[in-house]
């Protein structure tokens, strides 16, 4: 499966880093999946379940307790949000 680089930043740390195959996050008006090769992107998040999918199909979710943006580029996304547990 194709992988792309996820970044994922609250404010003083880095929630994760790494490579993942897909990516489900809470965008304003509904969940948003991303995958390797998506076109480039940029979201306003809202609060929600962050669902990140790895390579080793091992799933890792993050709830997020506040807003934040998506930027989707040349296989790279980045989120930043403003609160998370």
């Known amino acids: 499966m194709k992988e792309f680089k996820l970044s994922i930043y609250a404010p003083e740390k880095t929630v994760f880093e790494g490579n993942a ?24 998040l809202k609060y929600g379940k962050i669902i990140i999918r ?6 890792v979710t ?3 307790l506040g807003k934040g943006f998506l ?15």
Request: proline content about 4%; glycine content about 4%.
């Open 62 to 64: 993050i709830a997020s």
């Open 71 to 85: 930027e989707v580029d040349r296989n790279e996304v980045t989120i930043l949000l403003t609160i998370s547990q």
């Open 54 to 59: 790895k390579n080793s199909m091992e799933t």
């Open 21 to 44: 195959v897909s990516l489900i996050v809470p965008a304003e008006k509904g969940y948003l999946g991303v995958l390797a090769n998506h076109a480039p992107l940029v979201a306003s």
